[in-house]
């Protein structure tokens, strides 16, 4: 697979998610949604941590703001390493499978980095109100913004069975995450080489043995 063609599939991923983000910001309040059918709603919040909105600051002993600058870090370390295998898995013409999951994994991640960046130092905050791109009063610093999230699945919605114990009673809700453009790109592309793994990494083991 070309470098161009990886280049495409890369900023159209980013042109989808970073005009979604943008879009909901600008349009939504925090927590607010719209629903598109029963098992789909649009529902705008921000996500400070990591995946399921963990944060460092959850697991270690450290302050919020410590952690999201530690996390911000790292994921700038993780999408250069990204950069690097898909640079060199193009270099090498390896397969195609391969290639595109990674485009898709780099993308997501850098959609995703974007936001951690320099959102909070472009926008001003969501609460009661719809932020301004650009705003004069930014709600963060470089390297402190929040993650958009505003997809959202809950395809079952129910309530457990008074019978069963312990969550007798309690709301079911499945899906239950809302996550963005970005994170749909790094789990189809971790999906990809899960289920095509040999396919992906086939040619590469063949070069090897030759």
Known sequence: MPFRKSALLIFLILLIDQWSKIYVKTHFVLGESVEVFSWFK???IENEGAAWGTKLSDLLPISDGLGKLV????????????????????RKKSNRTLVVAVSLIFAGALGNIIDSVFYGVIFDNSFNQTATLFADE???????????DMLYFPLID?????????????NFRF????????????????GILIVFNKRAFGQREELEKE
């Open 138 to 148: 930014a709600y963060g610093q470089l390297f402190y913004g929040k993650v958009v």
């Open 71 to 90: 996390l911000t870090v790292f994921r700038l370390f993780a999408i250069a390493g990204i950069g690097y295998w898909l640079w060199d898995i193009i």
């Open 42 to 44: 649009i529902l705008f």
């Open 175 to 190: 899906f239950e995450p809302v996550f963005n453009i970005a994170d749909t790109a790094i789990s189809t592309g971790v």
């Open 158 to 170: 129910s309530t457990w069975p008074n019978w069963v114990p312990v969550v007798g009673g309690d």
